[in-house]
């Protein structure tokens, strides 16, 4: 369960330094992109701040804070939104709390994988324990979601943003 809780904080922490870096400037930039860990990353940029809440809700952020590394594909707020009017907050609900905890260790692979390594896989298995397809024939795809920014360095993993919250079988 602690690697779960790491690896789902790497991919929160991950995916808000590299929007940050497109998306803001002066002292606000200055900071997103200072190297914390992914968790780091994912606080500091307000387009992760429904990642954030969702990892808090799970318990997930001690993990990701953790040594790692981690690989998270990191899925922005505008990405949450594409869900059905009331999952997210559905799923951060107490009750939910493990249903909640396999999609975001779903988004999380052990390991640090650059986009020079994505490019060379098929498949990745994630923290979950399921595995993710990996497309690069059009843009790289982590199964339905587009990579659209990638390898936002953390202390303790890489993110990767993708534009789809992507969800578990079963």
Do not use: W
Not at 94 to 121: F, S, W
């Amino acid at each position: 369960m602690k690697f779960i809780a790491l690896a789902l904080t790497s991919l929160l922490c991950a995916a808000p330094l590299a929007y940050a870096e497109h998306h803001m400037s002066g002292e606000h930039a200055k900071h997103a992109t200072a190297a914390g860990t992914v968790v780091d990353i994912a606080v500091g940029n307000p387009d992760f701040s429904t990642l954030v809440t969702a990892l808090k809700a799970a318990g997930l952020v001690d993990i990701l804070n953790g040594k790692g590394p981690f690989t998270v594909f990191a899925p922005t707020n505008a990405a949450f939104a594409k869900l059905p009017a009331g999952t997210v907050e559905s799923l951060i609900k107490p009750e939910n709390k493990a249903k909640l905890t396999a999609i975001l260790t779903y988004h999380v692979v052990a390991g640090r994988v650059l986009a020079k390594d994505v490019v060379t896989l098929k498949s990745a298995t994630t923290v979950q324990g399921s595995k993710v397809k990996i497309n690069v024939r059009k843009g790289v795809m982590v199964n339905n979601a587009k990579v659209i920014k990638t390898d936002i360095q953390g202390s303790n993993g890489v993110i990767h943003v993708i534009d789809t919250v992507i969800m578990p079988k079963g």
